[in-house]
């Protein structure tokens, strides 16, 4: 059977073609388990190649980077894959949200390591290792070592975490055996073996069970009594904490010891027994290779054969040598990473356009394609925000980049998570449990939020799912129903359960939901939704007459709390932003406005137009403070914010923002005003409706307007290309 695992660490000749097969394979059960991001599979398969095949070549570590908004598989994703490399507890995991700033690699610098050994490490939530505010400025206490790191694999062995605190190596507790050993007066250590008599046994026993617990720190001579015979060995007594202590020789000095709480928790994780023969284990003595590797410090060819020739005074020795120079050391250990592979993973969110648009109304297919539009510069973009260039440089050129998930992904991961439900159902309680489609349609509606990915899926199943089919168990007890199927269907805010035995229908009960997103999108055709349908009218028909392209949604009734309504224009994407077009951003920023009060009148206007505003406020201030787009050329946006120019250009460039304003409100309302008729109409449908499809739109457009929906274009020209050929052409014949 191909062993991974082994090809990787070298234990064998690697096979090129065998390892290629076995990551095809991964491919395959990669993109049966994670739906929607194939792409990214085959891009994160091809990436990790060079670290597989041609280790060691490399100098540094391999680093591959994954961006991506929450929720799109990141993480989990390379937990799988390290699974099926069986790499998984050859891997450390460092999070950016459990960040300790003054040693930012502490867990990965206290770890396991040896020479032949490649670790994997993995950089979560990395967006939080950043070292600069909102505000760009740079945090003054700023760590570089996770830099350095990245850039060569090297660390300082942090030697004080896990043995001080945690022991993870056995140091101070192969002491406090060697202490009782002596106590005992046990002279059976042989070979790394000692034997343990039922009275030593019963001592440890009443020891472990009768006295409080001690640090070998807080044994001083001071608190025992003065014996004359203590070179002999006899038990003395601590007045402070009754703890019996005695008095013993170690070496060619006098030392106290005794008994410690829990020892034979100590023997046991590092010695093997028989219940009377107890030998130290592999592990200590691996741990302890590594270690002494790691700090130069020469044992012979094998350490263990070295340790198995000392006597039980030569070993009390060599161990206090260790504590002296490891656990009391200030000399540092460097572990080399150089040939391993990082990966780190972060949330990039603000790469991504209306990342933070929380509407599940939003259409999963077009945020899709806008995602799909980020790249590598957006994501680079996105990170100097928070990192400087060199950091940036140092995550080097491999960035797998995750769009957001479409409609058919996310209908595909509901079948997924409800399809293997069903299979545990089946395995554990031995019956068959069906979900009618009506159920996929309520969980697409309850759970899917464009911007936030899988996880409020498995959350609303979990929430509208499970626990309901506790209680579908439940009432089959109290009603002794006998069944072989639960079919479960949705059907006016409750789940419909049928009860089935051999075919047939045996009983059938109800379970009330709380439906927490979808009942928010219930036609209302109330006043509000009907200034809404105005409202977004005037958008919609802005969207139409200025750019010549349909919108891409319009609602009158949404579930986000923030808005009753919104039109999707997908001009937010448009790539060249010139004068005449940001006039035109401008007008449909204001169009909904504009239609309020060309249908209502001016007083009875509505705070519905506040982001707007925000929005067309937002295009002026910077067409005069940085895009040098009108009579400014100055960047306003750098000077000194208590500079007295700043202060005059500021508010001129106030005045004049609100006067352009008033002029570009009166525009579109004269163009709205001109297909008045199609404003109501479309008002008149969105006012009654929820929504309107492409379909129903075009009807609408077609028989109360004189728009030409043939001419309605779905690509954007911006006629630079043209004007350019045609200057050309002018300049040959001159």
């Known amino acids: ?38 792409e990214q599979i085959d891009m ?153 008599t039922s009275e030593e046994l019963d001592i440890i026993k009443i020891t472990n069970n009768n006295e409080k617990e001690e640090d070998e720190d807080d044994i001083e001579d001071d608190d025992c009594e003065e014996d ?72 012979g060819d094998s350490l263990k054969e070295s340790l198995l020739e000392l006597s039980f005074n030569e070993f009390i020795e060599f161990s206090e040598l260790i504590t002296e120079n490891l656990v009391n050391s200030n000399k540092k250990a460097t572990l080399d990473y150089s040939k391993s592979i990082i990966f780190v993973l972060g949330n990039v969110d603000e790469a991504y356009g209306i990342h933070d648009d929380m509407n599940p109304d939003i259409s999963a297919d077009e945020f899709y394609k806008i995602s799909k539009k980020v790249n590598i510069v957006n994501i680079k973009e996105a990170l100097i925000k928070r990192f400087r260039i ?23 991961i509901i079948v997924k998570q409800l399809n293997d439900y069903s299979i545990f159902i089946k395995e554990n309680y031995k019956f068959t449990l069906k979900f009618d489609n009506t159920i996929h349609k309520i969980l697409y509606k309850e759970a899917v939020f464009p911007t936030l990915g899988v996880r409020n899926v498995t959350t609303t199943i979990n929430d509208m799912i499970k626990s309901n089919v506790a209680n579908s168990l439940l009432y089959t007890i109290d009603n002794d129903i006998q069944y072989d199927t ?50 977004e009218a005037g958008h919609a028909m802005a969207q139409i007459m200025l750019f010549n392209k349909l919108p891409l949604q319009v609602r009158s009734i949404t579930a986000d709390s923030d808005s009753n309504g919104f039109t999707w224009t997908g001009v937010e994407d448009v790539d060249i932003l010139n004068k005449n077009i940001l006039l035109d951003k401008i007008k449909l920023c204001l169009a909904g406005r504009a239609a309020e009060i060309i249908v209502f009148g001016e007083d009875k206007i509505t705070s519905g137009a506040s982001n707007d505003l925000s929005k067309a406020n937002d295009y002026l201030f910077k067409a005069y403070r940085e895009w040098g787009m ?16 700043a202060k005059e250009i500021t508010e001129t460039i106030a005045d004049k923002v609100n006067r352009e304003l008033l002029f570009q409100m009166g525009e579109i309302k004269t163009i709205l005003s001109s297909q008045k008729k199609l404003l109501l109409k479309l008002g008149e449908y969105l006012a009654e409706h929820p929504s309107i499809n492409k379909k129903m739109l075009i009807k609408i457009i077609q028989n109360n307007s004189n728009i030409n929906i043939d001419k309605l274009i779905s690509i954007t020209n911006f006629g630079y290309r043209d004007k350019l050929k045609e200057e050309l052409e002018l300049l040959n014949k001159m």
């Open 486 to 535: 639960i079919l479960y269907k949705y059907k006016n805010k409750n789940i419909h359960v049928d009860f089935i035995k051999n075919e047939k229908i045996v009983a059938h009960t109800t379970h009330k939901i709380n439906s927490r997103v979808d009942s928010l999108r219930q036609n209302k055709k109330d006043d509000q939704q009907a200034v809404t349908g105005i409202h």
């Open 630 to 645: 009108r009579e400014y050329l100055v960047k306003n946006n750098i000077l000194p914010k208590n500079n007295d120019v």
């Open 228 to 299: 004359d015979d203590y070179p002999t060995g006899k038990v003395i007594v601590r007045p402070k904490q009754k703890t019996k202590v005695k008095i013993v020789k170690k070496g060619d000095k006098y030392d106290t010891v005794h008994i410690y709480q829990h020892i034979m928790k100590d023997i046991e994780t590092w010695f093997d027994n028989d219940g009377i023969t107890f030998t130290l284990k592999d592990k200590f003595i691996v741990g302890l290779t590594m270690l002494l590797d790691l700090y130069e410090i020469k044992y």
């Open 390 to 412: 060199e950091h940036i440089a140092r995550l080097g050129n491999t960035h797998i980049i995750y769009p957001s998930l479409t409609s058919k992904a996310y209908k595909e």
């Open 1 to 38: 059977m191909f062993d991974i695992k082994k090809q990787i660490k070298g234990d064998f000749n690697f096979d090129l073609k065998i390892t290629q097969d076995f990551l095809e394979e991964i491919k395959i059960i990669l993109k049966k388990e994670f739906i929607g991001i194939d």
């Open 44 to 196: 994160w398969i091809e990436s990790i190649k060079p670290w597989l095949f041609f280790r060691d070549t490399l100098s540094k570590p391999l680093v591959v980077n994954g961006w991506g908004m929450t929720g799109c598989g990141k993480t989990k994703l390379i937990d799988r894959l390290l699974e099926l490399l069986s790499l998984k507890n050859n891997s450390y995991r460092l999070n950016g949200s459990e960040l300790n700033a003054e040693k930012p690699l502490r867990s990965l610098c206290s770890g396991h390591f040896t020479k032949n050994n490649f670790p994997v490490v993995i950089f979560d939530e990395f967006q939080n290792y950043k070292c600069k505010s909102s505000d760009g400025e740079e945090y003054e206490k700023y760590n570089s070592t996770l830099w350095d790191f990245i850039d060569n694999g090297l660390c300082d062995y942090e030697n004080s975490y896990y043995i001080n605190a945690e022991d993870k190596f056995g140091i101070y507790a192969l002491g406090r055996i060697i202490d009782t050993l002596l106590y005992l007066e046990n002279n059976t250590f042989n070979k790394l073996s000692f034997t343990l």
